[in-house]
């Protein structure tokens, strides 16, 4: 008898999103896994999971921890453990087999491992220290008070080549660790920026291949960083005066023997060469001052200092559940241009985010100068006016003589491009490199399409994107700024989480905003919230606190993000019924930020998110099975949109403020009676012809003019709205050599120059919400259950649009929606991953449906192009 072989395989499994993640402070950590496998059978009907403890030579499969039985269920994403307690430092091997609707089981998957965290305060046995300098670095007035970076060191021996090592480690400020001199991990900037008052990450690094029988050093140079350096224009020690240290190594030895190496008074600490450490103004250093191989075993240390013991924050200590900020790319020197003989201009082709990497021959006393910024001005010089005192400067003063490689560690900056003086000679392109920095390490989505201008754009949008996810979402890179702004992030969270891998570090952000979260239930207009700031509760900034976590729950399919934050939200939601008046709300400072033309009234706006919002809210009492809280905020969202319609629609169907912004919002938040949609589409069309085709809006209309002209009709103008490159538009951007999304629409035109330097960033991301529409309406990739559990793939050509292609990879493996026109034949490609469902959807009269089985697919349609004018 023959057998029929397995349907299905197993790969590519995860724990709380993160491969073979060690550190993690989940108590029920979900798992995750690929189910790969094609045609109709390619879906899970059932899972069975298993569980050992790899710390125990003894576990065996046959008699796991954990066993959970052959389940009938199709979850193949955030499956919750549910077995004995996860104790800390614990770690486990997991596998898993799936059965299909057929009967068939697959093999066991490879094993995965996973590692828990210090769950409790009591598994912390090291105490924080620093490294206080009596008198104040002398050093000009203005860059007081700056302190050197501390070097702190703690020798010890071991007596035998470790078993086991891990570093848990934290700051207030940023570290960098190393072990005999080898650094610790690819983090920077780390532990990241949170309310240090409230909460603090740490992480969690595997030191085994890094320790050695005899003498061994665990070093930290730590820096101001966002603890008590400058943020945003309100200067230096929002949260405190100065770094400090929190680790402990716990080393195993093959004797069974544990051993601790915790922060304690046994530390030795000096001043390094660094006499500042500042994420604005920049890094400099004096090496002649820092003592070359401290960091390593074998160094002599007597001169060295006692370390200063401090007392506690009483902050929660919190496992990092992203993979921290890193070097997601090293871009190469576009050109060197010699301005002088010892200053050089150099461009490293895109505006991001990151530090310069800088090789050359240096001489002892030397001193160069590294300066930053996005433009240049009309002279071909640095335009640094609008960095609004953020100096970005690095600065290195040389100690030997020899061939050095000289990288800021404990700053970014914002720039295309750099000065740099100092240097000896001609400056070779070859030594100058872009280190660029993001918490957006991996990209999970990708686009093409007909129009090489539009893959710029997209090209733009990422540059943006990994430059603005620095440890949390900021506005811009470069300015002394770079704020966890609430809005930017709620309208360009669809782009951001199509491109990439970024749940982990939203929902860290999420907890930011709870943090902030004033008494009255109001969110913060900016998360974390650093001392002194007090705008919040402001319409579309502080409804990110609804809007943001329902977005990640459709994108990522994390309910757990819902289930955290919905006491949090279930506040903001009585604020909102406090600050409204018969269903109207007025819509606060902001307004459709930075929008031309006519200005839409605030209260319109402010009424038409509390409808939005309290819509969303209710759909997520629904998830929750929360049926009281739902049918509360059913009623109130139908009161509010009953408001909406009596004051703001008049009796001949038209809004009472005639913009771009006000169609398009009422449109897209569905405040309009159903009849009088297809008038509200015509007349946004209309406004948007009369402006010769382009956009007047802001923040707020920009990502809702574009889905409300194709789905009200009117596709064929939405794809040539984005393919306009006049004053203003996307492509205006590119074709005058944008490498990012700018943060105004006329932050420079060949007329005016450069916007005033006031407010005018050139690495913003907001305006970069086009992206959604790019991939959902334009490539046609949809997703329409959460984490793409079941897609819909609508090809939608348009406007001389002959090809364009999106590409997801998500929990379930990577989704694609490709085509392309050729002799009237639209050819479609579409890839459904296994365990989802998909719906290729015709562009014909019929809208012909056609549903596909997991696997690739190849298919044809005849194709004719049809009028889509104002009469449509």
């Known amino acids: 008898m023959t057998t029929q072989a397995p349907a299905l ?6 724990v709380e999103r993160r491969s073979a993640p060690i550190g993690i402070d989940a108590r029920r950590p979900r798992f995750a896994w690929h189910v790969a496998g094609d045609g109709p059978r390619a879906r899970q009907a059932a899972y069975h999971l298993q569980l050992i403890d790899a710390h125990d030579a ?6 796991p921890t954990w066993d959970s039985g052959m389940r009938e269920s199709r979850d193949s994403t955030y499956v919750v453990y549910d077995g004995p307690p996860l104790t800390s430092r614990g770690r486990h091997a997991w596998r898993v087999r799936v059965r299909d609707g057929a009967g068939a089981t697959s093999d066991w998957s490879a094993p995965a491992e996973f590692e828990m965290g210090l769950l409790t305060t009591e598994d912390w046995s090291a105490e924080w220290i620093t490294h206080v300098v009596p008198d104040l670095v002398s050093e000009p007035e203005d860059l007081r008070p700056s302190r050197k970076s501390p070097a702190l060191r703690r020798r010890f021996n071991l007596s035998a080549v470790p078993k086991r090592a891990r570093l848990y480690i934290t700051a207030l400020g940023v570290y960098e660790a190393f072990v005999n001199g080898a650094r610790v991990g690819e983090e920077r900037l780390a532990p990241g920026w949170t309310d240090y008052h409230t909460r603090i990450q740490y992480q969690t690094f595997d030191a085994t291949p890094l320790l050695r029988e005899g003498e061994n050093v665990l070093a930290v140079r730590l820096g101001d960083g966002w603890y008590a350096g400058r943020i945003g224009p309100w200067g230096v020690h929002r949260y405190g005066d100065g770094p400090a240290l929190l680790c402990q190594l716990e080393v195993h030895l093959p004797s069974g023997e544990p051993l601790t190496i915790a922060s304690d008074d046994r530390w030795m600490a000096r001043e390094s060469g660094t006499w500042l450490h500042d994420l604005q103004l920049g890094e400099r250093t004096d090496l002649r001052d820092e003592p070359a191989g401290w960091n390593a075993a074998g160094f002599d240390d007597s001169g060295w200092s006692p370390v200063s013991m401090r007392a506690s924050p009483g902050s929660r200590l919190v496992a990092a559940r992203d993979d921290g900020i890193r070097v997601v790319e090293t871009l190469p020197a576009k050109s060197v241009r010699a301005a002088e003989p010892d ?7 895109a505006n991001g985010a990151g530090v310069v990497r800088l090789r050359t021959t240096a001489r002892p006393g030397q001193h160069i100068v590294i300066r930053h910024a996005e433009a240049l001005d009309s002279n071909g010089e640095l335009y640094v006016e609008n960095l609004r005192g953020a100096e970005q ?21 914002g720039f295309r491009y750099a000065e740099i003086s100092g240097v000896d000679g001609a400056l070779d392109a070859s030594s100058v490199e872009s280190r660029v920095l993001s918490s957006a390490t991996r990209l999970v989505g990708s686009f093409t399409c007909s129009d090489p201008r539009v893959e710029q754009l997209q090209r733009n949008i990422v540059t943006s994107l990994r430059a ?15 704020l ?15 491109n990439a891998d970024l749940t982990n570090m939203v929902a860290k952000w999420l907890d930011d905003m709870v943090d902030a979260q004033l008494p009255s239930g109001a969110y913060s207009d900016i998360a974390p919230t650093p001392s002194g700031w007090a705008g919040a509760g402001n319409t579309a900034w502080s409804d990110a606190g609804i809007i943001v976590p329902w977005v990640l729950y459709e994108l990522s399919g994390d309910v757990g993000v819902l289930e955290r934050m919905y006491a949090s939200m279930h506040r903001y939601m009585r604020f909102l019924e406090a600050d409204q008046t018969h269903g109207y709300r007025f819509g606060g400072r902001y307004g459709d930020w930075v929008s031309l033309g006519a200005r839409t009234d605030k209260t319109l706006i402010g009424t038409a998110y509390l409808a939005y919002v309290a819509d969303l809210f209710t759909r997520i009492a629904t998830v929750m099975d929360n049926s009281e809280d739902a049918d509360h905020y059913r009623a109130f969202s139908d009161r509010v949109r009953e408001a909406f319609q009596q004051r703001f629609i008049d009796r001949d169907g038209r809004l009472t403020a005639e913009t771009q912004t006000a169609y398009a919002m009422a449109l897209g938040f569905g405040l309009l009676p159903p009849e009088a949609r297809p008038a509200a589409g015509d007349r946004l069309a209309e406004l948007v012809k009369a402006a010769d085709t382009h956009l007047a809006t802001g923040f707020l209309g920009t990502p809702l003019v574009m889905p409300a002209l194709s789905d009200n009709g009117y596709h064929e103008l939405a794809c040539q709205l984005l393919q306009q490159d006049s004053y203003p538009s996307w492509l205006f951007e590119v074709r005058n050599g944008a490498t990012s999304i700018w943060e105004r629409w006329n932050g420079w035109t060949p007329e005016q120059g450069f916007y005033s330097p006031r407010m005018n960033s050139f690495n913003h991301y907001a305006f970069g919400a086009v992206g959604d529409w790019m991939y959902r309406y334009l490539a046609g990739l949809n997703p329409l259950e959460p984490g793409y559990r079941r897609t819909e793939l609508r090809p939608r050509p348009g406007a001389g649009f002959t090809a364009a292609r999106a590409s997801h990879e998500s929990l379930y493996g990577v989704h694609t929606c490709g085509w392309r026109l050729e002799d009237g034949v639209l050819h479609i490609e579409a890839a459904v991953p296994a365990n989802t469902t998909a719906t290729v959807v015709l562009p014909t009269p019929d809208a012909e449906r056609i549903e596909l089985a997991p696997g690739q697919h190849q298919l044809e349609a005849s194709y004719r192009a049809r009028d889509f004018s104002l009469s449509n």
């Open 9 to 14: 395989a197993i790969d590519s499994l995860t």
């Open 58 to 63: 003894r576990a065996s499969w046959s008699a």
């Open 343 to 349: 200053r050089h201009i150099v461009d490293l082709g």
């Open 393 to 413: 400067q690095d600065e290195f003063t040389l100690a030997n003589t020899g061939p050095v490689t000289l990288e800021p560690q404990l700053t970014f900056h």
């Open 468 to 482: 603005n996810f620095i440890s949390v979402p900021t506005d811009c890179p470069q300015r002394n700024e770079r």
């Open 484 to 498: 966890g702004w609430t809005a930017d992030l709620q309208i360009f969270a669809p782009t951001a989480l199509f």
